[in-house]
C-alpha cells in the first residue's frame, strides 16, 4: 500500500506562484514514478508532470513546460514530490493530484496508476 498527501494548494492571482508537496508512504519500492494530474470539474483529469523515483528524467505536458516544474525529494527518509507552479493562469485553477504507479507506460494516463490522493484545490483568480 502508498499512502499520498497533496498539500499546499490555495488561492492565487493570475501571475502568482504556488509549491504544491505530495508526501508519499508507505511500501513505495515498487511505486517508482510520481505524476501530478489535475482535473477541472468540466474537464477530463489532465496529466501535468510526472517523475520516476531517481528524480530523472521530468516528463510535463507541452503546455506546462516552462511554467511548471517537478521535483522529489528523497533525503533523509523523506520522500516528497513538489510542483513549483510559476506565472498561474485562471487556466490552471484545478483540484490538483499525485498518483503512484508501477510499470508505468503511459505517463499521463490516469488508469495507469494505482495509488492516488484525496487532491488539493488552486484556485487562480484574474
Known amino acids: 500500500q502508498v499512502h499520498l498527501v497533496e498539500s499546499g494548494g490555495g488561492s492565487v492571482q493570475a501571475g502568482g506562484s504556488l509549491r504544491l508537496s505530495c508526501a508519499v508512504s508507505?511500501?513505495?519500492?515498487?511505486?517508482?514514478?510520481i505524476t501530478w494530474f489535475r482535473q477541472d470539474p468540466a474537464k477530463e483529469r489532465e496529466g501535468v508532470a510526472s517523475?520516476?523515483?531517481?528524480?530523472?528524467?521530468?516528463?510535463?505536458t507541452d503546455s506546462l513546460k516552462g511554467r511548471f516544474s517537478i521535483s522529489r525529494d528523497n533525503t533523509n527518509g523523506k520522500n516528497t514530490v513538489y510542483l513549483q507552479m510559476n506565472s498561474l493562469k485562471p487556466e490552471d485553477a484545478a483540484l490538483y493530484y499525485c498518483?503512484?504507479?508501477?510499470?508505468?507506460?503511459?505517463?499521463?494516463?490516469?488508469?495507469?496508476?494505482?495509488?492516488w490522493g484525496q487532491g488539493t484545490q488552486v484556485t487562480v483568480s484574474s
Open positions: 517523475i520516476n523515483r531517481y528524480g530523472i528524467p521530468q516528463y510535463y
Open positions: 508507505g511500501d513505495t519500492y515498487n511505486s517508482h514514478r
Open positions: 498518483a503512484a504507479g508501477e510499470s508505468v507506460v503511459y505517463i499521463f494516463r490516469p488508469n495507469e496508476y494505482q495509488y
